[in-house]
């Protein structure tokens, strides 16, 4: 079987900072649960949080994962992330560069763990 996109996602997280999300990428690529993380930098967050429409500077991040290790991920960055309630969603990959994706299973969890989990 060959590996999809759809066997992948993309995980939006946004922290209190850009160190935070730096030390959340940095943990997480080496625990090989992510292949890759773009911090994106500031943003503007708006929402509502204890009663009143709040408004913070944040720090956002894509990481690169396979779907299987969406749980890992999400209990991993749990742990480190400051917030009681951390924006950690996974967004479904419906196409995808090939050779991207087979780097993508290569570099989590060691690529031989990929290749079984994905029926390889």
């Known amino acids: 079987m060959s590996i999809t996109a759809n066997s992948f996602c993309l995980v939006y997280v946004t922290?209190?900072?850009?160190?935070?999300?730096?030390?959340?990428?940095?943990?997480?690529?080496?625990?090989r649960l992510a292949a890759c993380a773009?911090?994106?930098?500031?943003?503007?967050?708006?929402?509502?949080?204890?009663?009143?429409?709040q408004t913070d500077q944040e720090c956002s991040?894509?990481?690169?994962?396979?779907?299987?290790?969406?749980?890992?991920l999400e209990q991993k960055i749990r742990t480190l992330h400051s917030y009681d309630c951390p924006c950690i969603v996974a967004l479904?990959?419906?196409n995808g560069n090939a050779s991207f994706l087979q780097w993508l299973s290569d570099q989590t969890l060691g690529g031989d763990e990929a290749e079984t989990a994905l029926g390889n």
Do not use: Q
């Open 15 to 31: 922290t209190s900072s850009e160190m935070e999300a730096t030390k959340i990428a940095s943990t997480v690529i080496s625990d």
């Open 61 to 72: 991040m894509l990481l690169k994962t396979r779907k299987d290790l969406f749980s890992r």
């Open 92 to 94: 479904p990959l419906e």
């Open 38 to 53: 773009n911090i994106l930098g500031p943003v503007k967050s708006m929402y509502w949080w204890d009663g009143s429409v």
